[in-house]
Structure formats: structure tokens, C-alpha cells
């Protein structure tokens, strides 16, 4: 059973994202597979929004997108891992 409404949008409130930039900040921007809507992106940015060094996460569900502002390098494998586990597939950097 999907929250999701027969129009695509969702019940589980709106996603936060953070607006903290620093001088040493990374945007890396990831191709992932399987988000459909709006609660993909409230799941994506809550649960790699929760990783350490993590300053801001923007999801685009219709182009499969998501970047990811790391205060230094990111952990690649440690977004895969958690995009992984929270039910969808990072297919590489985009």
C-alpha cells in the first residue's frame, strides 16, 4: 500500500533540506532509480540529510537526480549504501 494519492502526491509532508554553505563544501549530483514521487524525496533527503558531514540534499524525482552539498569530499559508498537502503538504486554520479 503506497501513501501516495492516485495523483502522484504524497501524505507525509513536505522534505527538508539544509541551507548551510561552507567555504570547503561539494555538491555531487547522483543518478538514482525508483523514486516516483513525492514521497521518494521527502525519504531521500531525510535519510542522507541525516548523514554526517551532509550540508544539504535536493531531490528531482522526475530526473532521477539527486545532489547531495558535503562539507569536504563525499563518501560515495555511503550514499549508495544509504539511497540503497531506504529502497532505491544510485547508479553513479550523474
Not at 40 to 58: F, H, P, S, Y
Amino acid at each position: 500500500m503506497s501513501c501516495c494519492t492516485p495523483d502522484n502526491s504524497c501524505s507525509t509532508g513536505a522534505a527538508q533540506t539544509g541551507t548551510t554553505v561552507v567555504a570547503d563544501s561539494h555538491t555531487t549530483v547522483y543518478a538514482v532509480a525508483g523514486m516516483t514521487c513525492g514521497h521518494c524525496k521527502t525519504t531521500l533527503t531525510r535519510e542522507i540529510g541525516a548523514l554526517d558531514n551532509v550540508l544539504a540534499v535536493d531531490v528531482d524525482v522526475s530526473a532521477g537526480r539527486v545532489s547531495v552539498t558535503t562539507g569536504g569530499e563525499p563518501d560515495d559508498a555511503l550514499i549508495a549504501s544509504t539511497v540503497d537502503e531506504a529502497g532505491y538504486e544510485l547508479t553513479g554520479r550523474a
